[in-house]
């Protein structure tokens, strides 16, 4: 890796730590540039506005959906259902080790700019779309497992309120139960759809 590149990845993670722990408009670039040990220069060599800088950052959390989240679930869990409950698990596991103090980094930045940078909006809904598809690729895998007339669509966007449901509440009562309350609930849903799919079989 080049000392550009290096640079560049240094004020990425620094800011988007930031911009997850305290807020975008809270955190200043004078900030970011002091912690990630990097000059004014070299910031505006590679982003010439706060928001720029911001974009990458989405752009980064869009990778790493992949490399931190749905890559180890896949190869930890065969069942495509269970896939659903381990990416769960995932952001459970994480707000355990915060003591539920960090929320989720997409869903934060959606709640205090979605209705201020349009560019930004875009991205956000972009990562929230990827997360879905790929709860919905599980939900397809699984088609065998729930009734014929369900929609998969619309139960992954129901799998995401629920997560971003549940880190807002738990971060906000600093406390896992609200969390594992919607999870048991989607459980309990999902175990409803497998007994209804059970009943069409053997109908048919």
């Given at each position: ?154 139960l992954a966007q129901f799998v995401l309120t629920v997560m971003e449901g549940g880190l807002m509440q738990a971060r ?5 139960e609200p969390f594992d309350a919607g999870v048991t609930n989607l459980r309990r849903y999902f175990d409803a759809l ?11």
């Amino acid at each position: 890796m080049t000392v550009r590149s290096r640079t560049r990845d240094a004020l990425i993670e620094t800011a988007g730590t930031l911009f997850w722990r305290q807020g975008y408009g809270a955190t200043s670039l004078t900030e970011i540039l002091s912690q990630a040990g990097v000059t004014g220069g070299s910031l505006y060599y590679f982003f010439r506005r706060k928001e720029d800088l911001l974009l990458a950052i989405l752009d980064r959390r869009l990778e790493d959906l992949d490399l931190q989240i749905f890559v180890p679930v896949e190869a930890a869990e065969a069942d495509p259902i269970e896939r659903v409950f381990g990416v769960l698990g995932f952001y459970r596991a994480f707000l355990e080790s915060t003591q539920c103090e960090m929320g989720c980094p997409i869903g934060n930045l959606a709640l205090e700019l979605a209705d201020l940078h349009p560019e930004v909006r875009q991205k956000l809904a972009q990562v929230f779309d990827a997360w879905c598809s790929r709860v919905r690729k599980y939900l397809e895998d699984a088609r065998s497992q729930l009734p014929h007339d369900v929609d998969l669509e619309g139960l992954a966007q129901f799998v995401l309120t629920v997560m971003e449901g549940g880190l807002m509440q738990a971060r906000t009562a600093r406390r896992l139960e609200p969390f594992d309350a919607g999870v048991t609930n989607l459980r309990r849903y999902f175990d409803a759809l497998q007994v209804s799919a059970r009943s069409e079989d053997r109908r048919s």
